[in-house]
């Protein structure tokens, strides 16, 4: 039996007025790849607040190697930002299944003590095998979360040194690095222009092991600054113990601040939203369909002039227009 798809403005009332239940099928709907119900998603998407999508909530990414903690330090955040009376939610990206696709490990349940506050919203989304650590699914479903929550927060799969995608798609991108793990220190010497906006080390309570990670990421991060002027501070703190998480959720919301007060905040989410149309054009056009729309840095430039719309619709428009410039490439030969 098909499911009757939703009322799209019905739905963006419902979920900017917190409804659970309504967020819980907004999301659905955003996965759902019928041509319908793509079609119903970018009118909600529409319908949603602009003003909650461009400039208020924090979308926060945190992201680091597998085993250094990234789930406990996101339960602990929760509860700090919860004390402070912030309404949370978490998009959770597992590694996903080969055979359905869907999630494997589920930070749901690694998540569970703040599952019967009713401030707090978690939900799981497989990966399904894309190389940055997120799915396509990510960017939509964020800006959903933003309309009904203060903070967003993506917590991402495992990644390497070059899988960054949550940097190009948060205001604020947490790196958790693991003590004794060469792998804190490489990934910021490998020279990748978009570095966390906040390093932590996690388990500080293991003792001498993370203060030597520490002082060494401190080293690194003397020496240079992000692309945009922030000077990215390298903090300590364990999940296990509950220290220093207060120290990270300040640094977290200074660097939504310097935004603010740099002018940049409501520009690096039309970014943001500009680097989501980029990746999966590129993913299913390569670089020649990127040719036809100018290039990379034309298409940046075009879509930070013009007013922030739905994703979906934007990206169907794009590439209708790559589209039409193959279908003419092909009556020339």
Known sequence: ???????PAALAAAVSGRDRLALAQALNLLDDRRSAARQCAAAFLDALPAEKLDGAGHLIGITGPPGAGKSSLTAALIQVWRRRGLKVAILAVDPSSPITGGALLGDRLRMHASG??????????????????????????????????DIVLVETVGVGQKEID??????????????ASGDSIQFLKAGIMEIPHVIVVNKEDIGLAARKTLSELRITLRRQMDPEGWQVPALSASAALGSGIEALADALQAHRDWLTAHGQFSA?????????????????????????????????AALAEVPRRSPIVEYETLRARVLQGFQQQVRKL
């Open 116 to 149: 019967a506050d009713r401030e707090v919203f978690i939900r799981s989304l497989a990966c399904r095998g894309e190389f940055g650590g997120l799915s396509a699914e990510v960017w939509p479903m964020s800006l959903t979360m933003l309309a009904a929550f």
């Open 166 to 179: 949550v940097s190009k798609m948060t205001d604020t991108t947490c790196f958790v690095a693991q003590p």
């Open 1 to 7: 039996m098909i499911t009757a798809l939703p009322d």
């Open 268 to 300: 690096r989410r039309q970014r943001c939203q500009a680097e989501w149309l980029v990746k999966h054009l590129r993913e299913e056009f390569g670089r020649y369909g990127m040719n036809l729309l100018g290039g990379d840095e034309a298409l940046f």
